[in-house]
């Protein structure tokens, strides 16, 4: 499976979790924005970051940067939503505590979805 297709896999099972709770979802057109997917809970918008997240080493991680390793700046997500396919497991990474990383190891300190 290619890395864009499983991209795009990770993107649907996010975007079915956040239907599943009520959610309105909006994908921004052409692939220029900076997010996935426009998350709308009925009173405010989020701008969400999807990615995969990897095991490295017996340890779940998740890459923080856009393709090239260029970084988020602020305004351009609102948070990270990591998933791993084979649980499903989601992660959500508010941008502020992204910092200056460029991978996250993933716990339960992150289990907010």
Same mark, same amino acid.
Request: hydrophobic fraction near 35%; include cysteine; proline fraction near 5%.
């Given at each position: 499976?290619?890395?864009?297709?499983? /991209?795009?896999?990770?993107?649907?099972?996010?975007?079915?979790?956040?239907?599943?709770h009520g959610c309105?979802?909006?994908?921004?057109?052409g692939g220029q924005?900076?997010? @996935?997917?426009?998350?709308?809970?009925?009173?405010? =918008?989020?701008?969400?970051?999807? &990615?995969?997240?990897?095991?490295? &080493? /017996?340890?779940?991680?998740? *890459?923080?940067?856009?393709?090239? @390793?260029?970084?988020?700046?602020?305004? @351009?997500? @609102? =948070?990270?939503?990591?998933?791993?396919?084979?649980? *499903?497991?989601?992660?959500?990474?508010? =941008?502020?505590?992204? /910092?200056?990383?460029?991978?996250?190891?993933? /716990?339960?300190?992150? &289990?907010?979805?």
């Amino acid at each position: 499976m290619s890395t864009t297709t499983r /991209g795009l896999a990770a993107e649907l099972l996010v975007a079915a979790h956040y239907q599943e709770h009520g959610c309105v979802l909006h994908w921004p057109h052409g692939g220029q924005a900076p997010y @996935d997917i426009l998350v709308y809970t009925g009173v405010k =918008f989020y701008k969400i970051q999807i &990615k995969r997240v990897y095991r490295k &080493k /017996g340890r779940l991680v998740v *890459n923080l940067t856009r393709p090239r @390793d260029k970084r988020y700046a602020r305004g @351009d997500i @609102d =948070f990270i939503v990591a998933i791993y396919p084979p649980t *499903n497991e989601l992660w959500q990474i508010p =941008f502020s505590a992204i /910092g200056k990383r460029t991978r996250l190891s993933l /716990g339960e300190k992150w &289990k907010e979805v």
